[in-house]
């Protein structure tokens, strides 16, 4: 076993530099321009510490820089679900370890779909949800939709790569359609962010259309720059500047 991935004692998070946590775990640069950004893990660190959020849920591993922004907010458990651990190198487990966050992490090696509806028979109850895994729409829409009952009132749920059309059609219908939940500012441009604030009283027949242009070209435009490997390079050189 690599010392890296040797559990540690598990520190206090009271006071924790998560600009500088970030930088120690380990993400490979070709994969940067996919991880969740510092900036993007300090708003949820933050986010999480400051409202006192200690039953976390998140949706899509990888390289674990989230789920160490989450865990290192609170002291409680951390709920994360992955089908593909391994198409990462194990890198997400392995960077949760070095931080000594292991004995605190719930992990499920499985698809979200099958996870989450094991976790709601089991009437689990989360206060914030982080969904960044599948981003085909209709994945995003299954997560929420299962997600939705397992967040507590009051409880917040993040969207993450905002740029893409799935994403931005899933918080318009959120938006048009669930009343129960309230549209949050948030300053990552990157992410969509809502809370829960009552309890579905829709009728069964209820609809509202929800079409939006939101990312219609932001999702055309970023897609032909990664297939062009532009996108890497940009990433690679804002990384060495840094």
């Not at 002291?75 to 651990?85: A, E, K, Q, R, S």
């Not at 009437?123 to 997600?147: E, L, M």
Request: contains cysteine; glycine residues 6%.
């Amino acid at each position: 076993m690599h010392p890296d991935n040797v559990a540690s004692p598990a520190p206090d998070n009271a006071n924790v530099d998560i600009m500088e946590l970030l930088r120690r775990i380990r993400i490979p640069e070709a994969k940067r321009y996919i991880s969740v950004r510092p900036v993007e893990g300090e708003f949820m660190h933050r986010w999480v510490k400051e409202h006192n959020l200690s039953r976390t849920l998140e949706i899509g591993l990888a390289h674990g820089a989230s789920a160490c922004s989450i865990m290192s907010a609170h002291n409680g458990t951390h709920t994360c679900i992955d089908p593909f651990p391994d198409q990462s190198g194990n890198l997400g487990l392995q960077n949760i370890a070095s931080l000594g966050y292991t004995p605190r992490l719930d992990f499920h090696n499985g698809f979200s779909h099958e996870v989450l509806a094991r976790l709601v028979a089991e009437k689990r109850s989360f206060d914030f949800a982080f969904i960044d895994g599948n981003h085909r729409y209709d994945s995003i829409f299954v997560d929420f939709f299962f997600v939705d009952y397992l967040l507590a009132n009051q409880g917040y749920v993040l969207f993450h790569d905002a740029w893409m059309r799935g994403t931005q059609l899933v918080g318009s219908f959120i938006r048009r359609n669930r009343k129960d939940y309230r549209k949050m500012p948030c300053p990552i441009r990157n992410m969509i962010f809502f809370q829960k604030i009552g309890q579905d009283e829709r009728s069964w027949q209820h609809f509202r259309e929800f079409y939006t242009l939101k990312g219609f070209f932001s999702h055309r435009v970023i897609s032909w720059m990664s297939r062009q490997g532009i996108l890497q390079r940009f990433f690679k050189i804002g990384n060495a500047e840094t």
